[in-house]
């Protein structure tokens, strides 16, 4: 058993405690009490303590681009996909799980107690399966595990580059060749036994699973969670419509797969009727402001999908910054830039989307709280750095002031995590460079 | 005479010098020459070194808010600055002090060597002068000189509250009544005799002085910088053009205001013929894009700017951050949310912007490269952080990795400054929640 004393906290109702003492026992929270003095004995964390994050949208080994894909004139998305598919040639498994391990660590230091990897690289280079066909998906889970990290192996279906068009390339490593290849390598992975791993599932878009295989899909693993890209470019919206004559969202609603389980990933180009129908099925979206900012996406409307009835969470996707704090208050700028008004979010229903949301959409219904029952997760911000100082200390202070850098102290499934920023510099230098540079 | 060796550095030819040795003497640098190894008895800058940051655009003032103006419902620029003047009307030449010099120890924290204040905060809370006229003013410049930064004060005049209606609440305290009032006390500031300090001038805006006298004002320090705002908010431009018939940057070209020594800062929402009047002139402007974010200003066109003739600088204005990567990177990254491609900037053409461009458009011609004859500006970043690890080390990594967290090591006009995060975040607490908590 482990206690600690916060002394100030957002616990998840929304409400600023001014001392709160927090009791644990393994990976669990067993009470919660305020206490405006901290109590002999326990660990003391200083400044403002929230709960644990939870990054929805993670492609770990996209790290590696991080600062080497801003050099060409011009450019795209599609462009940029392409330095992607370059790095995802080369790794194998043990290169996939220092860099998923580096990268896992670099969401710790930030906060980020569980993760949903959107886990498509599962063969070999031709495509040929490994001896255990889920090697990359095992090593990547055991990458997350020794961070520290809780993860939702959110395995990927892929079958085709485009709407029919064979995977060819990098993306010979993604596909399984049919939804039933798909199912039978996944069902492999209910061997495992941790409580701190979900299997949960996911359709890489619309153009990568056609039409009558998405209901197959979503059927395979009933109850856990279903993920998806959607509609982050306007082109595949144009494909989809010119392939089915309806929109992404359309097409996944009459297929049966949109429901409250699921998690759409960006869903930046919707139509009205879109939104309509994902807040209609109370579907979770996962927002990345940070990558659809980096790859050009533009701005979602996550206030109309919100008030439709779907739930924001919050994704970091290609890692460009792993930083919650940045994806948070990006919902709510680029809402600003584009409308030219002000306060569309409160800075408490931001946090909320970065944690208790979050955690529900990967699968840890129990968690982003700090409650009894709950995964003990506490991380918490500096109030006096340099970034934070005179700001008032509430939601506002981390939304709208702080960054990942401001954070002190991670308790990550009752776990105290140790903390240095330079090994953890060195280990993602030591992952990255011999892939990058060393060819 | 001091010898610094840079492991590597951009010294503002674009080109990644592998190990470089700057020696100063006093404020400048006297000379610079590779070399792979560093000397015996040098001061060793590990990671890369970039030339100082100029912050182009501050109201030191506006920190106190940070964190502090989120909370409202709705709301927009105009809200804001209610509550703006509602610190405004609270400073004295005390707390002005305090908050300024926090403010600047933040900004020399994040590499910042030079700042142009703003500055529009002189006479009493009713518009009564002090005994010395402008001992705000002084206040701010020594604020920058304890902190280690050069300063360009932007002496402001503001004359009224919008075309031609009186000052009233705070801005009693930003007039002199009329332009030869305004510049009869901006004459008493010539008794400075720092080299570091430059007493600059500005026009607050179109709303603030009236077409009659902008010429004027415009004459008073001929060849020191002259900064105005332009066309933040659409309702300036529907405004200014109800009263004279054109656009603030008509009126401005007509009062022959815009020339190679005017920085216009903002400059958000311009006719196609506004950018050309700009680029004509040969003028600077100051983007501020994490304010204007902030502030839901809108996304102004810099690309458009700089190819018409215009000079990009950047400047953190009401200091919602204060991170001159972010700055940076936010030009281009807002560029693609709103036109849905990459690829805008080079990176080495936001970090000119962010260091020689905007000590040129300060009155510091001789800063902003690390060269001979230049000041000793030097600020390192750790490439090895969990933020820049594994990127490639160029200047990529500072525009697009980096944060201001990142940085190691500031040698400001020859002085290689004190660091302690902890003592700053003190003096802003000190400073700001006595005034914005204390009443």
Redesign the interface.
């Known amino acids: 058993m482990t206690t600690y004393w916060c002394e100030r906290a957002l616990a998840g109702d929304g409400d600023l405690i001014e001392g709160l003492v927090v009791e644990t026992t393994g990976t669990h929270i067993t009470s919660t009490r305020p206490a405006s003095i901290a109590p002999e004995g326990c660990v003391q964390l200083v400044g403002l303590t929230v709960p644990g994050f939870a990054n929805t949208h993670s492609h770990a080994f996209h790290?590696?681009l991080?600062?080497?894909t801003?050099?060409?004139?011009?450019?795209?998305?599609w462009?940029?996909r392409d330095a992607m598919y370059d790095v995802a040639e080369r790794l194998d498994p043990e290169s996939c799980y220092a860099l998923a391990s580096a990268t896992y660590?670099?969401m710790a230091?930030?906060g980020i107690t569980a993760v949903g990897e959107f886990h498509y690289l599962h063969h070999g280079v031709r495509g040929e399966p490994y001896d255990d066909p889920n090697v990359m998906g095992r090593a990547v889970v055991r990458a997350a595990r020794d961070a520290g990290l809780r993860i939702a192996l959110l395995d990927t279906c892929y079958l085709s580059s485009g709407f029919g068009v064979a995977p060819q390339g990098a993306q010979l490593r993604f596909t399984d060749g049919d939804a039933a290849g798909w199912a039978a390598r996944v069902a492999e992975l209910d061997d495992h036994t941790d409580p701190a791993v979900v299997i949960g599932s996911a359709i890489h878009s619309v153009r990568a699973v056609g039409r009558d295989d998405l209901s197959a899909v979503a059927a395979v693993r009933p109850g856990a969670p279903l993920h998806l890209h959607l509609s982050e470019q306007?082109a595949e919206n144009r494909a989809c419509i010119a392939q089915y004559g309806c929109t992404p969202t359309r097409l996944l609603t009459e297929a049966g797969v949109l429901d409250e389980r699921t998690t759409a990933v960006h869903a930046t180009h919707l139509a009205d009727d879109d939104v309509r129908l994902l807040g209609d099925a109370g579907s979770y979206v996962s927002f990345c402001p940070t990558t659809?900012?980096?790859?050009?996406?533009?701005?979602g409307s996550a206030r109309a999908l919100v008030e439709a009835g779907a739930t924001l969470t919050l994704g970091t996707d290609s890692h460009?910054?792993?930083d919650m704090s940045e994806e948070m208050r990006a919902v709510?700028?680029?809402a600003?830039?584009?409308?030219?008004?002000?306060?569309h979010w409160?800075?408490a229903d931001l946090l909320a989307a970065a944690t208790v949301s979050g955690q529900q959409s990967l699968g840890f219904a129990d968690a982003g709280r700090i409650a009894p029952d709950h995964w003990a997760d506490l991380v918490t911000f500096?109030l006096?750095?340099?970034?934070?100082?005179?700001?008032?200390?509430g939601a506002?202070?981390v939304?709208?002031?702080a960054?990942a850098?401001d954070i002190t102290s991670v308790v990550a499934s009752g776990i105290l995590l140790e903390r240095d920023?330079?090994v953890?510099?060195?280990?993602?230098?030591d992952?990255?460079?011999p892939l990058?540079?060393g060819r």
Request: aromatic share 4%; charged share 30%; proline share 3%.
């Open positions: 790290r590696a991080r600062g080497r801003q050099r060409e004139e011009g450019g795209s998305f462009t940029w660590r670099e230091l930030a306007v659809e900012r980096d790859l050009a996406d533009g701005v460009a910054v792993i709510e700028l680029d600003r830039l584009v409308s030219q008004r002000r306060g409160q800075s500096d006096e750095s340099p970034r934070t100082a005179g700001t008032g200390g506002e202070a939304v709208f002031a960054s850098a920023p330079q953890v510099g060195r280990l993602l230098r992952a990255i460079v990058m540079e």
